[in-house]
């Protein structure tokens, strides 16, 4: 069966500080992975998603960039956080477009 | 926005009663997807219905689809009180030529009295 890992669970991290949140998916191959952000009592916020390894496509202009070093690795990265990059990141994976999508457990990040 | 939304935003019922939720969209999808949330942790996916179909369930869940009112209802029969969470939908949505996007609304919050 497929797994999908997300770590670390929370963070908190000073404003200018580098960041770098890994997402790995076990049981599977070449699926299509996500990340995702959520507000406080919002929805689910696309921010960038990649259909193979060195592939990634940016939904919204931020902060914040990724990376598909690996086929089953998806990692999300910011050189300097600003306060407005709290929030909950979720990492998903599915493997097309029709089907669902499965979620990781969530990092919470704090930026103070 | 084509995002639509969840109704209502909050809802609150007492174990053993149904709860019903809604979502509704602007644009034509290729299909909807329910999942669930609980407080602090991943979405969990539910149920995924296309757009031709109009029924599907999956144990004590029931979802509906009205692709003339743009419009889907997740029910929930016999609420525990393990059921409360946040529930989405999500509309997948032709963003332009082979392009599909994924769009979540954001979210009725159930709360199960027990």
């Known amino acids: 069966s497929q797994t999908i890992h997300q770590w670390p669970a929370t963070l908190v991290q000073p404003v200018g500080s580098p960041l770098s949140l890994e997402c790995t998916v076990e049981?599977?191959?070449?699926?299509?992975l996500y990340w995702y952000r959520q507000a406080a009592g919002r929805g689910l916020q696309l921010l960038f998603y990649?259909?193979?390894?060195?592939?990634i496509s940016s939904e919204v202009p931020q902060n914040l960039s990724a990376s598909r070093p690996q086929d089953r690795q998806f990692i999300l990265s910011s050189k300097k956080l600003l306060l407005s990059d709290s929030g909950f990141y979720l990492c998903?994976?599915?493997?097309?477009?029709?089907?669902?999508?499965?979620f990781g457990n969530g990092t919470r990040l704090t930026v103070t | 926005s084509q995002q639509g939304e969840e109704d209502p935003q909050a809802l609150s019922i007492q174990e053993g009663e149904n709860a019903t939720m809604n979502c509704s969209y602007k644009?034509?999808?290729?299909?909807l997807q329910w999942y669930r949330q609980n407080s602090g942790r991943g979405l969990v996916h539910l149920i995924l219905?296309?757009?031709?179909?109009r029924e599907k369930h999956s144990g004590r869940l029931r979802v509906t689809l009205d692709t003339s009112k743009k419009s889907s209802s997740l029910l929930i029969t016999a609420s525990r009180a393990a059921d409360t969470a946040s529930y989405f939908c999500?509309?997948?949505?032709?963003?332009?030529?082979?392009?599909?996007?994924?769009?979540f609304g954001k979210g009725t919050l159930l709360t199960v009295n027990p």
């Open positions: 999500a509309r997948l949505l032709n963003s332009g030529g082979s392009n599909y996007k994924l769009t």
């Open positions: 219905i296309r757009s031709n179909e």
């Open positions: 990649s259909v193979g390894i060195g592939q």
């Open positions: 049981g599977t191959s070449n699926p299509n």
């Open positions: 644009t034509s999808i290729n299909n």
């Open positions: 998903a994976w599915r493997w097309d477009r029709g089907s669902p999508l499965h």
